[in-house]
């Protein structure tokens, strides 16, 4: 009996070759686009969660607030480790993390740059899990100047041979013993390095100051406990430990210092929320985290699982759709089998089985479109998604259950309601009458197309962000700047290298500074016009020469910049606009600022000499913070040589700039970027969700065009003797298209009645993401209107001038 339902099933796919094809290619799509946007949510929801004891794990970091300035710092003092594991019973165990920058090491006749190298206790495996191919984990790090390096990292470096026991020789004379060899860390890790070194080994990590925060701490806390309460006992380390220190850098006492209404607290963030939750619920500041951090946005994912979703129903409301369009046109062969004997349960189960074969066509089809487009979806994310078919054993059950929920909900009006017509009935009439499936057949076109016009206005919506922060004026000229990084290894011989490169034709200056445009631009408290006080200032800061105002073209407000000819310019400012407010209106200018120095009571005093106009050293992310700009060699590995070269034959102006930076650093690697480069960069988790969004919005119009294309072919089937008798009354080809074309004009009205207020909501909430933004105009839901209108009316158009063009003889004859 089942080979017989299914024999007739394939038949009447066969015989309604035009709703099949709709039908199936409408669903599979669909199910395509879901599933890898599901992949990808999945993939973003699971990081860190490798870990054992992810559950158990948690960050701590500060959070203060200065004169009502809050910031938020990922890292911590160095002494909070081991205070936690001693003061806390609740405390396991912990570990520190800190970045230990770049290095060239030397093994036998190899030379060779490690560019990510962090340092971490040695208890850094029992918090973090990652499997050991040789050493033992628990004694690997115990020790100075010992290191655990990748299996990447290995291959890399020495081939096939085993690293463990190696010594590497490193610049300034430190070397390293490589003590094991672990398994590269997992893509979805929020931090990954190629060597591990022992914290021992930096002697920082021995430092007695609580306000000097270099290192982030993790800690590990019982299963039984609660992190609310551990995080409330965290104020007494606050208590005994910060508040006096506090008191003797700042000159008064702590009590003073909180009765201001300045605040200084440590908290507890779980460590499977450090990826997607970290700025947006604890408002930490991505700068003061790792430089290779890994970060995204919680927004983003629940948009995309809402896309998934939206799609998905999009499709089903698309099967439905043309599911029971079709099933009008059958009404008389329901008449007809229940004369010759069948029984309503056989009715039921031959629609079903109907539905469900064309769902389980569509799911077959999606799974081989998975496999082909995966690679290129993978490439568009940035990462390397599976699809695991036969690896997981939920994957096949899922897709089976989500084969049959489909083929029941498509098959349902069918099966359950035209089966209860009486033959009498349905063969004296054309087929069912009734409002209730032109209503639900309303409903689900409007909701299509409401899905599909929000998405529309979210893509443009994103686009025109990007664009914006593409041609926003940043304050300084972006073009034709060259930034090489790790100038620091250039050492004292910087500026014969700058002399050097004044010489070519082809660059206009050069001038180094440390770390700009990127996570990490460091931080500082000053004292304006005292030496000691509750109310410091925070300033982010910047080391550089005398070309950084030359070289970036920045714009001076009122002073000067530093000069050669002032040799008191070492103990001088610049600080911008945004500093310049925080002054309180008051001339600046030779005045003073004490930088709070964190090993001694009145720390060093610096002259303001100049006040340079606001620009972006940030991301459009973040507002303009008051940056403080001093004269200093920028002696740091990680200083940037920025070099403004003439437009003209870049290739080679590059070619002379790595001739002379191999001369003066030593032959090292020359590794350089174009700034306007860079600056995009900061943006690419956007620009990816521009490009996916863009392409998704495109999908489900697509989707939605296949469910009115075929519906509009089904009214101009049903209405087919009307047309013929209003041409034999004299109604033009016009006249008729827009009668049959008025009903899908009025659905996608209302359709974007609907989605403009939702786009509204959601895109004005991811804006919020942006410090500076556009403003959401109404033309930006006009268009997506009017395109959407546009695309709708294309759509139907085709069918209806087809049967609007039919010889009325043919019309009024074709049953």
Not at 125 to 142: I, K
Not at 318 to 345: M, Q
Not at 673 to 690: H, I, M
Request: aromatic share 12%; proline share 3%.
């Amino acid at each position: 009996m089942l080979t017989h339902d299914i024999m007739i099933a394939l038949r009447n796919l066969k015989r309604f070759k035009g709703f099949s094809f709709l039908n199936i290619a409408g669903l599979s799509v669909g199910i395509t686009c879901s599933i890898m946007l599901f992949l990808f949510v999945l993939d973003e929801l699971s990081y860190d969660r490798f870990n054992t004891r992810a559950g158990q794990t948690y960050r701590v970091f500060v959070s203060m607030s200065i004169n009502g300035k809050g910031s938020t710092n990922a890292q911590t003092a160095a002494p909070l480790g081991p205070a936690l594991a001693s003061t806390f019973p609740e405390v396991v165990t912990y570990t520190r993390v800190g970045a230990f920058g770049s290095r060239t090491f030397r093994y036998q006749d190899n030379t060779f740059k490690v560019g990510k190298i962090y340092t971490a206790d040695s208890t850094f495996f029992d918090v973090f899990t990652l499997p050991f191919l040789e050493g033992n984990p628990h004694t690997a790090l115990d020790r100075p100047n010992t290191t655990v390096i990748t299996e990447t990292a290995a291959r890399r470096y020495f081939g096939r041979e085993s690293p463990v026991g190696k010594v590497l020789k490193g610049d300034g004379g430190q070397d390293l013993v490589i003590t094991g060899l672990m398994e590269d860390f997992p893509a979805n890790s929020h931090f990954a390095c190629d060597f591990l070194v022992s914290l021992a080994t930096d002697p920082e990590s021995r430092s007695h100051s609580w306000l000097d925060l270099n290192y982030t701490t993790y800690a590990v806390l019982r299963r039984d406990c609660d992190p609310r309460a551990v995080e409330e006992k965290l104020k007494s380390l606050v208590s005994d430990y910060v508040g006096p220190e506090a008191a003797v850098v700042l000159g008064v006492p702590a009590s003073q210092f909180l009765a201001q209404g300045n605040t200084y607290a440590l908290h507890l963030q779980p460590l499977t929320s450090v990826y997607l939750r970290s700025q947006r619920e604890y408002g930490i500041d991505q700068n003061t985290a790792f430089r290779d951090f890994k970060s995204s946005d919680i927004v983003y994912v629940q948009v995309f699982l809402a896309v998934a979703l939206f799609i998905l129903l999009l499709a089903v409301i698309n099967f439905i759709n043309l599911t029971t369009a079709r099933s009008e046109r059958r009404a008389k062969e329901v008449g007809i089998r229940k004369t010759l004997g069948a029984t309503r349960p056989l009715l039921i189960r031959q629609f079903l089985i109907e539905a469900i074969l064309m769902s389980s066509i569509s799911v077959v089809l999606a799974v081989g479109m998975i496999r082909l487009l995966l690679p290129f979806f993978n490439e568009l994310t940035g990462k390397t998604l599976g699809f695991p078919l036969f690896n997981d054993f939920s994957t096949i059950p899922l897709l089976v259950s989500f084969v049959l929920l489909v083929g029941v909900l498509a098959g349902s009006y069918p099966a359950f309601y035209l089966s209860s017509f009486q033959p009498m009935h349905v063969l004296k009439s054309v087929g069912p009458k009734g409002g209730r499936k032109t209503v639900l057949r309303s409903v689900l076109v409007i909701a299509q197309f409401a899905i599909s016009i929000s998405f529309f206005i979210g893509t443009m919506v994103i686009r025109s962000q990007l664009e914006y922060i593409q041609t926003k004026n940043l304050g300084f000229n972006k073009e034709q700047l060259i930034i090489v990084n790790n100038a620091g290894l250039l050492g004292t011989k910087v500026d014969a290298c700058k002399q050097e490169l004044s010489r070519d034709p082809a660059v206009v200056s050069s001038c180094q500074t440390t770390q700009m445009f990127q996570a990490g631009i460091p931080g500082c408290g000053l004292l304006f016009e005292q030496r000691t006080g509750t109310d410091p200032i925070l300033f982010q800061y910047v080391e550089c020469d005398y070309e950084f105002l030359k070289t970036y073209q920045l714009t001076l407000h009122s002073g000067r910049f530093f000069s050669r000819e002032f040799s008191t310019d070492t103990s001088a400012i610049v600080i911008n606009e945004a500093g310049l407010k925080e002054c309180g209106g008051i001339d600046p200018l030779n005045k003073e600022f004490t930088r709070i120095d964190l090993k001694e009571s009145g720390g060093r005093t610096y002259k303001i000499i100049g006040v340079v106009k606001n620009f972006h050293y940030e991301s459009l992310h973040q507002k303009i913070r008051p940056l403080a700009i001093y004269l200093k060699p920028a002696m740091i590995r990680a200083s940037l040589l920025t070099v403004r070269v003439q437009a003209g034959d870049m290739k080679t102006t590059i070619r002379r700039i790595e001739e002379t930076w191999k001369t003066f650093s030593g032959n090292e690697k020359f590794t350089y970027g174009f700034l306007d480069q860079n600056l995009a960069r900061l943006y690419r988790s956007e620009q990816k969700t521009n490009v996916i969004a863009t392409v998704f919005s495109c999908l489900a119009i697509f989707i939605a065009c296949l469910g009115l294309f075929g519906l509009a072919a089904f009214v101009a089937e049903q209405r087919t003797k009307e047309i013929g008798i209003r041409k034999i009354l004299g109604a033009s080809t016009l006249e008729i298209v827009t009668v049959l074309s008025s009903r899908f004009a009025v659905w996608v009205l209302v359709s974007n009645a609907v989605a403009w207020p939702i786009a509204y909501i959601v895109m004005t909430r991811w804006l919020q993401n942006f410090a500076y933004r556009i403003d959401l105009s109404i033309w930006i839901f006009l268009v997506a209107g009017v395109i959407a209108m546009t695309i709708a009316l294309l759509t139907v158009g085709y069918q209806t001038v087809k049967a609007a063009i039919v010889n009325p003889v043919h019309a009024l004859r074709y049953e």
